[in-house]
Each structure stands twice: as C-alpha cells, then as structure tokens.
C-alpha cells in the first residue's frame, strides 16, 4: 500500500515526466533529425577501429558511414585454402562502427556491378523492419541509405540477411561485423565508476565450411555462385572447417600482433554471428567483461574465460600487468590450435617478479630426490 508521501511523490514525478515528455517528444520529426549536427567517419580494417571520443562531447547526432560490398576469393589459413568469400567492405569482419546512445546511424550499402548476388544488412542494434534487413536488399549496381537510432548501449552484430538459405551461407561467406554504441557518458565499472580504455580491438571469429575434393582436398570455385551447394551439405553437418579470427587462421599473429604497454587499458570487442565461443587470455584475465556486451548491465569481474553466445558481441577490458607474448584464444583448444581461432597480444613493459617469477629454471631431477621419489612409492 502507498503511503500518502509516495502517492505524493508518485504524483509529482508523473507530472515531472509528463512535462518533460511535452518538452522533448520521444519521436523526433524528421525535421529535427534533419536538424542534428552530422558526422562522417572512414570506417578502417578489423582489428583496427576508427577514432571516436568515449564520452560524447556533444548532444546526438547523425553518423554517417559507407560500406561496399566486395565479393572475393580470399586464402583462409598458410596452405592457401581458398574461400569465396562476401565481405562488408574488403575485410573478415566487417568493420566496426562506433556511435554513442541516442545518435543516428547512416549507413550507405553499396553492392557494386562487379558482385553477383543481393545483399542486405541486419543490425541487431536497430530496432524494427528485420534490423533494417527489410529495407537494405540491394542487387548489383545498387545502393541504399538506411538511418536507426542507437537506443540501446553496447556491442551488437550486424550481419547479411537475404532470406532463406542465403542467411547462413552469407553469414559463413564472411557478412558479419559490430556496431558500438556507447553509453554518452563512456563506460562505467560494477559500481557506476567512470572507465576508459587506451586502446581497442575489434575481433570477428568466423567459422567457415569449405567443401573437399574426393581425395580430401579442399575445393576452389571461381566465382561466389559456384559453391553454393557443396557449401550447403558441409553447412548442414555443423562441423566447420575453420574457426578463425579476423578471416584467416594466424590474421592476428607475428607481424600482425595486437599490441600493447605494461599498465594500458585494451578494450576487446569480439563479435560471433553464427556460433558460440569462448575468449580467453592467456596468462591474462577479463578484468571487466560484458559478456553479453550490453553495458546498462553491470560488467563481470576478474573473468578467465567468457562465453560469446552465436549472434552476439561481447566486451572485455583488461589491463595488462606483464610484458610478453600472450595468446588471445576461442578456450575450445580444438578450435584454437587446429582449427585457427587464435591471436596474439604483443606487451611490452617491464616484468613484474612478484607477480610472476621461475624460482628455478628447468634443470636434471637431483639424484636423491630420485630415490626419495621411489622410497616414497
Ligand atoms: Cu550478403
């Protein structure tokens, strides 16, 4: 039951709400987003993600970014195996797009005259019209501008959804990325602290189902057409052919390491549109992990792996504490070692010996432990 202060207060927060509602209607007029200050951002290649503020300078805005879609033949692991794959602008994910709750979204698809079959983009931050999928089919030689608003904060994916069989084929082609949407005010921790990343990584894991000859060879095709079946019946078996990040077993190793300092934050956004994974840093914790990546949820703590549900994208921000080579792995050590899903963090700072140190390095058992070991038996 209320009592009469809470159904004063009730009363007076209701009227509050109610102005406030006549002051700043929910729906803007086209007008007023016409009204808003736009921007133009150059998306860049996973795992690079272009520049953006973490706490947003000024009130909401248009975002404008431009994709191209490229089908192409592109080599997946070191013994050349081909896959005909569709991307969102060139690369394995698509790239990462960064806005800030309450902003507009324009994204131009382009499907140039080059490709061979319709695309179109879900974004699963978007609300209505099958992620904007209902509104974004395009065949070659087209193009078209689909603007949603950024309500919900957090890592999302998007993903090529042309209807039926196309959806999963597309999707295993390499039609996937993410979208961040940032709270105005950037992140905050468990208890509502403000945090900030030094750096960011993208990583899209992909699994793929390259079709094999008779005698056990993977299978090359000419064009995106031609391995739609073959593809379909390896598909249908679940059992992919490659797990990989960045489209391409060892894309984010050696040279191509992620890099960092002793004592910097990274914030790791890693998006799965088809599968389940399960990121882990070895050596390396989630110190603040968004499992689901939406960050009206408070973050994990102190994680040692987290679970990347299939049609999702998660965060997890870590600072790093020692130098060294770590791996950044899918902890389905299958998947990681034979497979391909695995990367690399290069650190460099100095080590910390009291966090870590080799009291003895390897060396012979001493003969008397031996005995002490068989004695013991
Ligand atoms: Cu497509």
Known sequence: MLTRREALLGSVLTAAAVATLGAMPAVASAKEVAGLPREKITLVAPPFVHPHDQVAKDGPKVVEFTMTIEEKSV????????????????????PLMVVHEGDYVELTLINPDTNTLAHNIDFHAATGALGGGGLTLINPGEQVTLRFKATRTG????????????????????????????????????????????????????????????QGKF?????????????????????????????????????????????????????????????????????????????????????????????????ALYTFRQPGIYAYVNHNLIEAVELGASAHFKVEGEWNNDLMEQVSPPQPIPPAAKVHGSLRR
């Open 155 to 214: 890592t999302f994916v998007y993903h090529c959804a042309p209807g039926g069989p196309m959806i999963p084929w597309h999707v295993v082609s390499g039609m996937s990325g993410a979208v961040m949407v940032l709270p105005r005010d950037g992140l905050k921790d468990d208890k509502g602290k403000s945090i900030r990343y030094d750096r960011i990584y993208y990583i899209g894991e992909n699994d793929f189902y390259v079709p094999r000859d008779e």
């Open 75 to 94: 080599v997946i692991d070191a013994d050349g195996t081909q896959l005909n794959a569709m991307t969102y602008n060139g690369s394995i994910p698509g």
């Open 219 to 315: 299978k090359k095709y000419e064009t995106a057409g031609d391995n739609f079946d073959d593809t379909m019946k390896v598909m249908r078996g679940l059992i992919p052919t490659h797990v990989v990040f960045n489209g391409k077993a060892g894309s984010l190793t050696g040279e191509n390491a992620m890099k960092a300092k002793v004592g910097e934050t990274v914030l790791i956004v890693h998006s799965q549109a088809n599968r389940d994974t399960r990121p882990h840093l070895i050596g390396g914790h989630g110190d603040y992990v968004w499992e689901t990546g939406k960050f009206v949820n408070p973050p994990e703590k102190d994680l040692e792996t987290w679970f990347i549900r299939g049609g999702s994208a998660g965060a």
